[in-house]
């Protein structure tokens, strides 16, 4: 399954990024948990640079819990800062903003020292639809910024003050230009991060089942109701389809209707509590 998509509004994001990171003084890179390594940018690592980063690992709710130990565990080893979230859940915001915290804390402290009171300013960064903004609108408890479930939906920068003296920029989600790993790629897809429209759906749904029949076989016969064992990703398809009434007249199966109902179980978690990568996936 070959992808590539870079529209034009990236290429401006990564100079906004490049701008803007001389004037931040930390970085919050957030991953969506289903798919943590296939989130890692590589036009991140010039962006990011030397300043402290947090790595925020949200949609856990989404994700699976055995699996984002192991994650937990790798930041860990690697003296890496993180926080793992649900960002739709107000909750969460003591968390995220005392992960801001420890990582400024030299900062704040040198500040304070001087008498000086100066906001702290974090640049906010990660793929389309990894939940960003829902994280900005999680720590200031309203809606200070455009939210999708679709990416592509913040097409700017947008500075947001808190009340705790933190200044938080959102940024567009962007990709790199060209994808090597036809597994990322399919996964990118598979958590919204790539748009539907530029993608064959019907492959990509393919493809997850695939991915979903080798890791969580569980899942496909508990949600829709269709063994596995011995079958072909196409029979599985095709049953599915049956299953759910996806039929053209004469019978013929709908694919496109029966793809985009899968991908829509799978992102909204019906299909079950599912992480694809590990660590060693990097």
Not at 141 to 147: D, N, Y
Not at 212 to 228: A, G, K, M, S, T
Request: some cysteine; proline content about 5%; overall charge positive.
């Amino acid at each position: 399954m070959n992808i590539q998509w870079f529209p034009g509004h990236m290429t401006k994001a990564l100079r906004m990024m490049e701008e803007n990171v001389k004037i931040v003084d930390a970085i919050g890179y957030v991953l969506d948990a289903r798919a943590p390594a296939s989130c890692f940018n590589p036009s991140f690592s010039k962006i990011v640079g030397n300043k402290p980063c947090v790595f925020i690992l949200n949609k856990c709710d989404l994700a699976d819990p055995a699996k984002i130990e192991l994650w937990c565990r790798y930041f860990v080893a690697n003296k890496l800062p993180y926080v793992k979230v649900t960002a739709t859940a107000s909750a969460e915001a003591s968390k995220i903003s005392k992960a801001f915290a420890d990582i400024t804390a030299d900062l704040r402290a040198k500040y304070a020292a001087k008498g000086i009171f100066k906001p702290v300013r974090c640049l906010i960064i990660g793929v389309p639809n990894c939940g960003k903004s829902t994280i900005i609108n999680c720590l200031s408890g309203r809606k200070a910024v455009i939210t999708g479930d679709k990416p592509g939906v913040t097409k700017g920068k947008q500075w947001v003050r808190l009340q705790s003296g933190l200044e938080l920029l959102d940024t567009p989600g962007t990709l790199w230009p060209k994808f090597d790993n036809d597994l990322v790629a399919s996964r990118l897809c598979f958590i919204g991060s790539i748009k539907d429209d530029v993608v064959d759906l019907s492959e990509v749904a393919f493809a997850l089942i695939e991915q979903l029949v080798e890791q969580y076989p569980n899942c496909i016969e508990q949600r829709f109701n269709v063994h596995c064992e011995g079958k072909t990703t196409l029979e599985v398809f095709e049953e599915i389809a049956a299953k759910r009434g996806f039929l053209l007249r004469g019978g013929e199966m709908d694919g496109e209707r029966c793809a985009k109902a899968i991908l829509d179980d799978f992102r909204k978690g019906k299909i079950g509590k599912i992480t694809f990568d590990l660590p060693t996936d990097l």
